[in-house]
């Protein structure tokens, strides 16, 4: 069974940063992929970010590009979302994920987090 927690949400002003993390149990998390999702109210889920199980490769939604990072810690088993510069339109409820392939078919979810920014 693969648990994710994610955490590290909050309410900031636009232009400020935020550091999500997203920690994972059991044997799977080593091999396979994470990404972070968002859903905003009224809007459908949308992917974020994604990493490969290395850590070599990484996938980022255009609306975050350079703005945006996605790291893991095998050894912690946990996945990070450093989020800077940040808009009123970044705000949502992220989700960790985790899954065979970086940017589809993720498998398991957490239960999110709420991401608030303001103007």
């Known amino acids: 069974q693969v648990q994710l927690v994610e955490s590290g949400g909050g309410l900031v002003q636009a232009g400020g940063s935020l550091r999500l993390s997203c920690a994972a149990s059991g044997r799977a998390f080593r091999t396979y992929a994470m990404g972070w999702f968002r859903q905003a109210p009224g809007k459908e889920r949308e992917f974020v970010a994604g990493?490969?199980?290395?850590?070599?490769?990484?996938y980022y939604a255009d609306s975050v590009k350079g703005r945006f990072t996605i790291s893991r810690d095998n050894a912690k088993i946990t996945v990070y979302l450093q989020m800077n510069s940040l808009k009123p339109e970044d705000t949502g409820v992220y989700y960790c994920?985790?899954?065979?392939?970086?940017?589809?078919?993720?498998?398991?979810w957490g239960q999110g987090t709420q991401v608030t920014v303001s103007s």
């Open positions: 990493i490969s199980w290395s850590g070599g490769r990484t």
């Open positions: 994920a985790l899954g065979p392939d970086a940017t589809t078919g993720y498998k398991y």
